[in-house]
Every structure is written in C-alpha cells, then in structure tokens.
C-alpha cells in the first residue's frame, strides 16, 4: 500500500512538473507574438534582427540544450516509473526545472536585446 502510494504521489508530482513547464513554454510561443507583431512599422522587433546578436543566439542555444535535457529525461524516467525505480523517476522533475531555467533565461535575454536597441535609436 504504501510503495503504491508513494508511486501515484511521484507520477502526480511530474505530472505538475510537466504542466508548470507545459505553461512556461506556452508563454514563450505567445511572447515571442510580441516580436512579429510590428515588424513591418518597427524593425527592432523582427527576430531574425535579434538572433544576429551573440547574445540572443546562446541563450537560444542554451534554451535547445535544455530542451533536449528534458526530452531525455523524460524518457529516462517514463523508463524509471516502468521499473518501479524512485531515483530514476525523479529525473523528470529536474529535466522540467531545467526547461524552466532555460525559458526564464531566453526571456531574459531577449528583454536585454531589446532595451539595448531601443536605447540605440533614442
């Protein structure tokens, strides 16, 4: 009874995990509208203008490093939870934790690009 409850508490635990990082990635899709919106009338936003930066480009190359992290380990702990292996399974909990960190990162990023480049053109 209790490694079964233990088992449902772990599953439910990753599954907020997956939902919080489900969120910030949704977040990231609709932030990212605020750059296409006024390409057209404001170059500053356009993204391809953006990603010429250095530093825009790492943290999107960071942001992909910790994607694939959490693809892996999301597998590796679908793997843990079929073998009933709690240290395994709690893999997925840090490979969402990274996603978060890799988002929050990318976000703040492209927030200093863009300061940068409105304080250019004043």
């Known amino acids: 009874m209790v490694e079964e409850t233990r088992g449902v508490q772990m599953n439910l635990i990753n599954v907020v995990f997956s939902v919080i990082a489900g969120i910030i990635a949704f977040l990231a899709f609709l932030y990212s509208f605020r750059f296409y919106k006024n390409i057209k009338n404001d170059e500053r936003y356009a993204l391809a203008m ?9 943290a999107f190359k960071f942001l992909a490093l910790c994607g694939f992290f959490h693809g892996i380990s999301m597998i590796v702990s679908a793997i843990g939870l079929q073998l009933q292996d709690p240290i395994i399974s709690k893999l997925s909990k840090t490979g969402c934790i990274m996603l978060m960190i890799g988002f929050f990162y990318f976000f703040l990023t492209l927030e200093k690009v863009t300061k940068k480049s409105r304080w250019k053109e004043k």
Not at 50 to 58: D, S, Y
């Open 50 to 58: 953006l990603f010429t930066r250095k530093e825009a480009i790492n």
